[in-house]
């Protein structure tokens, strides 16, 4: 059974960071890209940031220099580290685990962070 599980979504203020683990299990985690997206209310859902299995990262426009996609294949779990928050980074932050090659495409229930004074 496949599991995409993200956590670290908290309230925090404006310049503050936060940290979100997303773990994997029941895939080979190795193989897949592993990308990070949010969804605002009443918005819709936006890539943030995304890394290959490579190690290759890209990283939305509106969130470089701020925020920092990690992967640590040994511990299945990929990480983003949020710097300089604000107002508007927030949403619901979601993790997405996809295999091109074979058709896979695993998606997290979310991690509500809220950027608030």
């Known amino acids: 059974q496949v599991r995409v599980v993200e956590s670290g979504g908290d309230l925090v203020q404006p310049g503050g960071s936060l940290r979100l683990s997303c773990a994997a299990s029941?895939?080979?985690?190795?193989?897949?890209?592993m990308t990070w997206y949010r969804q605002a209310p009443g918005k819709e859902r936006e890539l943030v940031a995304g890394?290959?299995?490579?190690?290759?990262?890209d990283y939305a426009n509106s969130v470089k220099g701020r925020f920092a996609i990690t992967r640590d294949n040994a511990k299945n779990t990929v990480y983003l580290q949020m710097n300089n928050l604000k107002l508007e980074d927030t949403a619901v932050y979601y993790c997405?685990?996809?295999?091109?090659?074979?058709?896979?495409?695993?998606w997290g229930q979310g991690t509500q962070v809220t950027v608030s004074s």
């Open positions: 997405n685990a996809k295999w091109g090659g074979i058709g896979a495409d695993f």
């Open positions: 890394i290959t299995s490579g190690g290759t990262s």
């Open positions: 029941g895939i080979t985690f190795a193989r897949y890209s």
